[in-house]
């Protein structure tokens, strides 16, 4: 569902279609980084990969800071948002 939603979208409907484009994206950057999924668990909470990806997940979706930490294996929000702002710093953003 890439189309907008309007005023006749109830519910559910937002948050699933945010969900499917966040695993989209996940998995568009699993294939790019050669990494299985179980590599989020084992890979450091601050891996580069990780911040990239939750950073897309942020510009690309409307996923909260704290659902994409507990996803990533990121620790939790408070230790996501620093490095998203390191992240975007660095992007001269």
């Given at each position: 569902m890439s189309e907008r939603m309007g005023a006749e979208h109830y519910?559910?409907?937002?948050?699933?279609?945010?969900e499917a484009l966040a695993e989209r994206i996940m998995a568009?950057?699993?294939?790019?980084?050669?990494?299985?999924e179980a590599d989020l668990?084992?890979?450091?909470?601050?891996?580069s990969v990780k911040v990239v990806l939750a950073a897309r997940w942020r510009a690309e979706t409307t996923m909260t800071v704290g659902w994409i930490a507990e996803r990533l294996a990121l620790g939790t929000r408070g230790s996501l948002n620093p490095l998203l702002?390191?992240?975007?710093k660095l992007d001269g953003e």
């Open positions: 519910g559910e409907e937002r948050p699933a279609t945010a568009e950057e699993l294939k790019r980084w050669r990494w299985q668990k084992i890979r450091p909470k601050g891996d702002s390191h992240r975007r």
